[in-house]
């Protein structure tokens, strides 16, 4: 069989491909909000229900999801969470209240888990350690692109069709990719389209502790290595879940723009959000290459830095221009995403192949368990205080996120990690 030219770079293409088919079902709900209130008849503090239902499934499943996907191989456990976040997606097009919408949408969260867990290990089994910062960027890019789409794509199907047939498309275009991962995927030692030399550039690539047996769940959850993780991306999460859940809501009720306004302009953070992920991608290899910054720390370097970035959305609430608004929610969706980035790629660094799956669903856990605490403030003040001390204290979590992360790795090199359970 003919054997195709950087094969890695197409099944990150594959992977970014299913992350935006994810994220666009994900966020369709944020785009219709303003419009469902009306017509199903909930307030502001019910929709956060909502929304806390994804967020209780996606938590509760990031471990399972991993786990299972380590179990599995990820061709055959990638198949089933795809098909089976597609049928949820398509059933939101049925719910009749917001206890059937928040119903629905616990399914979806219980089965979009296993989205990041699943591409970090794709990232693990394929490429060599200095490029995995690129290809994580890539493949997170999916989850802004998603996030793009939904907008324009949502709202034209509801203008068009009514908001139940947006969120049945949204839904089911996700099972022509679940077909197109079986029929195309296959790890590096068994896939008959690579070549061998792309096959031993990769695993001469991969920096590898000595032989060892898989380290139970326990091992990974307690060392310090999966806490340097984890705790960064609990800090940064409620960033990246206020806007994907509460910006066309926000925009709505604090600067009055109607749903085609809306369309307009709520995706463009994500746009830059895309820009954040690859360019955090590049960031690492660039800081390697120009000022000798050991592989670790590069990625450390670029966390901080996104983390001072995030001081911009938190300024939200002192601007009365609905441009500069959105400019800052820019700022914010492009420091997020470097620092998402960036902390998803240190699980492919410190973490063997075959662990990869369980470290990025228990961090994805306690990621989602911090975003899934802010949005329930969110529903629960918003009406009362208003958005912008919401927003302001999104830039002091990361800058604590940040801190704990130099913290947690410092004294630490690169084989102390790899080689924990040696």
Aim: with cysteine; aromatic share 14%.
């Amino acid at each position: 069989m003919k054997t195709v030219k950087n094969l890695r770079w197409w099944i990150i293409a594959l992977v970014c491909a299913g992350t935006i088919l994810n994220y666009l079902a994900r966020n369709s709900l944020a785009v219709l909000a303003p419009e469902l209130r009306h017509v199903l008849n909930f307030s502001t503090q019910q929709y956060s229900y909502i929304v806390a239902a994804f967020q209780i499934g996606y938590t509760i499943m990031q471990p399972v999801c991993g786990i299972i996907v380590d179990l599995l191989g990820l061709r055959i456990g990638f198949t089933l969470f795809a098909a089976l976040w597609s049928a949820a997606g398509v059933m939101h097009g049925f719910a009749t209240g917001w206890l059937t919408l928040g119903a629905m949408r616990g399914l979806l969260g219980l089965f979009e888990a296993a989205a990041i867990p699943s591409g970090m290990k794709a990232v693990a089994e394929w490429f060599p350690d200095r490029q995995k910062s690129v290809a994580v960027g890539y493949f997170n890019a999916g989850t802004s692109l998603g996030a793009v789409l939904a907008p324009p794509v949502v709202i034209f199907f509801s203008l068009r069709f009514g908001w139940q047939t947006a969120f049945i498309v949204t839904g089911a275009v996700g099972f022509i990719w679940a077909a197109a991962w079986y029929a195309l995927y296959r790890a590096p030692g068994a896939h008959p389209r690579i070549s061998e030399g792309e096959r031993a550039f990769i695993m001469e690539g991969q920096h590898r502790p000595v032989a060892r047996g898989k380290a139970s769940t326990r091992e990974v959850v307690t060392s310090r290595r999966f806490w340097a993780i984890a705790l960064p991306r609990f800090f940064a999460e409620p960033a990246w879940q206020t806007f994907s859940f509460w910006i066309p809501l926000y925009l709505a009720t604090e600067r009055h723009m109607d749903l085609k306004q809306i369309a307009a302009f709520a995706w463009l953070p994500f746009v830059a959000a895309d820009l954040g992920g690859i360019l955090g991608g590049y960031l690492s290899p660039f800081l390697m290459r120009h000022f000798r910054l050991p592989l670790l720390w590069s990625r450390v370097a670029g966390v901080v830095l996104g983390a001072f970035m995030m001081i911009g959305p938190a300024c939200i609430g002192f601007v009365a221009s609905t441009y500069m608004a959105i400019a800052l929610f820019c700022v914010g969706g492009f420091a997020h995403q470097m620092i998402s980035a960036l902390v998803n790629t240190l699980a492919a660094d410190v973490f063997d192949p075959r662990e990869v799956g369980t470290a990025s669903g228990f961090a994805g856990m306690a990621a989602w368990t911090g975003g899934l605490s802010f949005s329930l403030v969110v529903g629960a003040l918003a009406d009362k205080v208003g958005y912008g001390p919401l927003f302001a204290s999104l830039g002091a979590f990361d800058l604590i996120g940040a801190a704990l992360l130099v913290w947690l790795i410092r004294g630490q090199s690169r084989s102390d990690y790899k080689l924990a359970h040696a």
